[in-house]
């Protein structure tokens, strides 16, 4: 099991959303490093933080389940998506999404400012000067260490 960090702006689509739908694609990814992430790397059955960015307070806000293997992100091509790609096609896609589960929402985000203040958490690549990157891997010594500042046990 490998374990994830996955970034989304709370205003687009939030933890509480996927509390409501129980099961959503995580579409919209437009790096190919993320990709190659979600294409060689996720697997069935990862778990990953919900991160909520672009907002007042960022943070880890809950927990989710990846649930599919990765496959083509057909917001791509659809010219009335906002992640429209003209170079992605059906026969030949270039993004890809999978199916992530909601697990749980925490009591308290785990807030940027205190992931900041864990010098245990120093080379987390979401703390990483220029990591914009909307999906990371977590090592499970890292993911283990956010459990606790949430106060959700290992």
């Known amino acids: ?32 490093q993320v990709r190659n992430f979600m294409r060689d790397e996720m697997s069935v059955g990862d778990l990953a933080f919900f991160y ?23 917001t791509a091509w659809d010219p009335d998506e906002h992640y429209y790609d003209p170079r992605s096609k059906p026969e030949s896609p270039v993004w890809l999404m999978v199916d992530v589960r909601y697990l749980r929402t925490f009591s308290s985000p785990v807030t940027l400012k205190a992931l900041r203040a864990c010098p245990e958490l120093a080379d987390m690549r ?3 000067r220029g990591n914009r990157l909307s999906v990371t891997p977590l090592s499970p010594e890292h993911w283990n260490f956010i459990l606790g500042l949430a106060g959700e046990g290992a």
């Open 1 to 32: 099991m490998k374990y994830w960090l996955m970034k989304n702006e709370p205003e687009d689509f939030s933890i509480d959303d996927l509390e409501k739908v129980g099961v959503e694609h995580w579409d919209g990814i437009r790096n190919y």
């Open 52 to 74: 909520h960015s672009n907002c007042k307070v960022p943070g880890i806000v809950g927990m989710m389940e990846i649930v599919s293997e990765a496959y083509p992100d057909h």
């Open 126 to 128: 979401i703390l990483q």
